[in-house]
């Protein structure tokens, strides 16, 4: 049981580092390289979804599992499926003919590191392999809860989810969006895989539509707070410190949180979509503690 | 029941058509396009699958779906989610930095038609929703049935089969591949969805395990035979015929069935493996019939 997976108390940072590391370790046995031709796909999947990170959605699989008793290594193999699925989204969108970006995660972009085609290949892989992972018996033994959690990957992954918000992201190169269309595209491209993350403990645990809603809540507003952070590192952080390069959004007059409301409002914005985000958790009593941290974090850190 | 699919003693291209039929009228209520700013990534999704095609997969499913009376919906809902994988497999394979094909099913490649940001998203909406579809209670009430399809599917389409293959395919490009790599590779980047199709039916049933390898055999067979017959296609038949650019193989100097063997030792090799997969049916009698055509049909077709 995840009881004994973080100890009674456990620091923000710390459980941050130890689902980092977990995670990374089932990724690792899960993503095995054949001694065969395609190998370099293999290598090309592993690369992209073991570079450095802060597996900042694995950790909300693990801390939603834990305040429902989930089994640590069904929580695992959840955790480790949606971050494929993320390290697929970020290598398509950095390709030439999306964003175009080199540098990620502070190391060369994977098709940098390889070529267009192998990071064609290794998203589509990826992607794949989540479904592939929560289908699996080891997953869960009820296949009720495996095809639950398929079912709301996809309905994320997709195009009523990220792969929708991408696609109106690409268009906001060429058309100016309103608050109302940069909130919707965000919730898409980001906040409905970050949604999913938050939820996957309460399919696993069969729980309630009560703490499932309440999760639901939390994830969405922490999605846009994490997404005005973003915005906000963008304009004002640094590659050093990011790991990618920064100044994106505006050289390609994309209009963001930071571009319309200003730096300023925009803080204000986030620190109040935190607030609320936390608000949602009440529900938990003083269960849910790291999932506040974890909100505090997403507006304070500087990568 | 699919015994009211085709009448008794339908002929093998009234089915092939019917089945093309009512497979493209799910594919249109299941990828319905949204009033929003990203419809336009519904859209080449819906132009990708509903291309005209022969849709031999979904024809596979329906077939082997009867031989054990699946309920029609469940087995087209399946069908459907076959043809979005093979179609995004398409999509993504024609891209500039793949095969850079202009022409897919005597049409624009999709990333001709739209643009190619938009078409890498279609693939990936349309690999997604393929899962989408397995997962949902529609395609089956027992949930360990649709678990069995999304593991399945997820084993044929990703980097131990069509992605796989389709890796080989790249390095096959640039390094001479012997007959030995060469089947490999076609067993992944094609046979593998294939047989996936001749065994959804089995899986949908919970049939036992004898014709579900049985089934698995017969796919085995037609798939090298199909990918034969689309080698021999490419070296002999007309872009006005194929509906796509021929010659291509040739062109990037890959070694193919053809090159290997000669035109003549090809077909006849073709002929062996469909008298093979033929003979894999003997198990269902006199009920096989349609997927004996079948087989017949893969070697013979000119398009």
Request: charged content about 20%.
């Amino acid at each position: 049981m995840t009881d004994s997976l973080w100890r009674e108390g456990i620091s923000f940072p710390e459980a941050l580092a130890h689902a980092a590391e977990m995670t990374d370790a089932v990724l690792g046995r899960l993503l095995a390289v054949p001694p065969d031709l395609e190998a370099r796909v293999h290598q090309a999947m592993r690369y992209a979804v073991l570079a450095p990170g802060k597996r900042l959605r694995p950790f909300l699989v693990l801390a939603g599992a834990r305040l429902f008793g989930v089994a640590r290594h069904c929580a695992l193999r959840a955790a480790a499926a949606v971050e494929m699925v993320h390290a697929y989204s970020l290598v398509h969108d950095d390709l030439p003919a999306m964003d175009d970006s080199d540098l990620r995660r502070g190391r060369p972009t994977c098709h940098r590191m390889f070529d267009e085609a192998t990071a064609i290949l290794a998203g589509d892989g990826l992607l794949t392999a989540a479904f592939g992972v929560l289908a699996h018996p080891d997953t869960h033994a009820d296949p009720a809860v495996r095809c639950d959690l398929v079912a709301a990957l996809a309905t994320a992954a997709g195009a009523a989810g990220m792969v929708g918000g991408q696609m109106i992201d690409l268009i906001a190169e060429k058309q100016v969006l309103d608050i109302g269309a940069i909130t919707r595209l965000q919730r898409m491209k980001t906040g409905a895989l970050i949604a999913f993350s938050c939820e996957a403990g309460a399919l696993l645990a069969k729980a309630p539509n009560g703490p499932r809603l309440a999760l639901r809540g939390y994830a969405h507003d922490l999605g846009l707070a994490f997404q005005i952070a973003d915005d906000l590192l963008d304009a004002e952080g640094s590659a050093v410190e990011t790991g990618k390069p920064v100044g994106a959004d505006a050289a390609a007059g994309k209009a963001t949180y930071v571009s319309i409301l200003g730096a300023e409002r925009a803080r204000a914005q986030a620190a109040l979509l935190v607030r609320q985000a936390v608000a949602h958790l009440d529900l938990f009593e003083g269960r849910a503690e790291l999932l506040r941290e974890a909100a505090r974090f997403v507006i304070t850190r500087r990568t």
